[in-house]
């Protein structure tokens, strides 16, 4: 899987259905989901390798209680113990996932989970915004030398900075960068993705999006920037309440994406000027120079006599002033293609 080389050569965006918490811990709407994201022409299937005790502790204090509108009252400990997956899950998740061909990979939070997908086999290796900044975790790893795809949600420059050239020293196959915007849901107006090609000239690297908005046009938009994967959060049904399903799209929505951003990278194309093959057809209805009057022979051509329209079938309207003053040949009747042989 080279991320890089799809990307410099305008390849398909590569679309990944992120699962996180809606698989609700229930192991049949997991492998549901994979299968849905399949049919809706989703390129990969991404799940998160946490536990609540890799994650945090369970403390009930003020520093581990969370303020949020979805998430509020409770503690980390207790969210993540909701949203967690199974580990025993992964095997069986990954062969329903390489039996229909869809890509599976997972999010590590720790060595230990590194380790664990390394015996998995996975083909790539994500790292999330909240953990662009444990660098160790990054250099563990890069070591693996699999693709990294990095999410830096909240992140400034500096320390997307330290991440890659960690990545980079740590001898990493290939980066991928993900624009993100950490708040759940996202608001369109704080994407800013014009920071997408921004990012993509200043680090030399592919870019993509993590994208928490509702909906599906801020990920289109990035599309057209340039970004390289997509990542959104995905669901069967917003009504299976999940700590992650108010932002997540259902399979209607992942379908749509998925054909729209299909049009708009074959619409991007290349830069490239002049007839395409189907224009030539179109050459007829450009405008040039007709009589639009009866003209005798030796009468003077003007503005009166002569128009530019359509069709193209006579001189180019850009002729018009080395015409103008100038005599007929012959009569000439109104609706004549100009040519230069009716002039004297």
Excluded at 131 to 144: G, Q
Excluded at 243 to 261: A, G, N
Aim: aromatic share 8%; charged share 30%; with cysteine.
């Amino acid at each position: 899987m080279n991320l890089g080389v799809r990307n410099k050569k305008r390849s398909p965006v590569f679309i990944v259905a992120e699962v996180s918490a809606n698989h609700g811990q229930d192991f049949a709407r997991a492998v549901a989901m994979i299968r849905k994201a399949k049919q809706c022409g989703a390129d990969a299937i991404k799940f998160q390798a946490y536990t609540p005790e890799t994650m945090t502790i369970d403390n009930n204090n003020k520093y581990f209680r969370i303020k949020h509108p979805k998430w509020g009252g409770q503690t980390l400990y207790q969210l993540y113990k909701e949203a967690y997956t199974p580990w025993s899950w992964f095997k069986k998740l990954k062969k329903v996932a390489d039996d229909i061909g869809i890509l599976f990979f997972v999010t590590a939070f720790d060595k230990v989970s590194v380790d664990f997908l390394e015996g998995l086999n996975v083909p790539v290796h994500k790292i999330a915004s909240f953990e662009l900044v444990d660098l160790p975790l990054i250099e563990y790893t890069a070591k693996t030398k699999k693709p990294l795809i990095m999410s830096t949600g909240m992140a400034n420059l500096s320390e997307i900075k330290e991440a890659v050239n960690t990545a980079k020293k740590a001898g990493t196959g290939e980066i991928t960068l993900l624009k993100c915007v950490s708040s759940y849901p996202a608001k369109p107006e704080e994407m800013n993705l014009k920071t997408i090609p921004h990012m993509k000239e200043l680090f030399g690297l592919p870019v993509g999006l993590s994208d928490h908005t509702l909906g599906t046009e801020v990920s289109v938009a990035a599309v057209s920037l340039g970004a390289s994967i997509i990542e959104k959060h995905f669901t069967l049904s917003r009504k299976q309440k999940t700590p992650d399903s108010f932002f997540s799209i259902e399979p209607e929505e992942l379908k749509k994406l998925v054909t729209t951003i299909r049009v708009v990278e074959k619409a991007l194309g290349t830069v490239r000027y002049g007839l395409t093959a189907d224009e030539r057809r179109s050459l007829v209805f450009r405008r040039s120079l007709f009589t639009v009057k009866d003209i005798k022979k030796g009468e003077m051509l003007t503005e009166e006599n002569i128009s530019s329209i359509r069709p193209a079938d006579g001189l180019k309207p850009k002729c018009l002033r080395k015409i103008l003053g100038r005599k007929a040949g012959r009569d000439i009747k109104r609706g004549t293609p100009l040519k230069w042989d009716l002039i004297r």
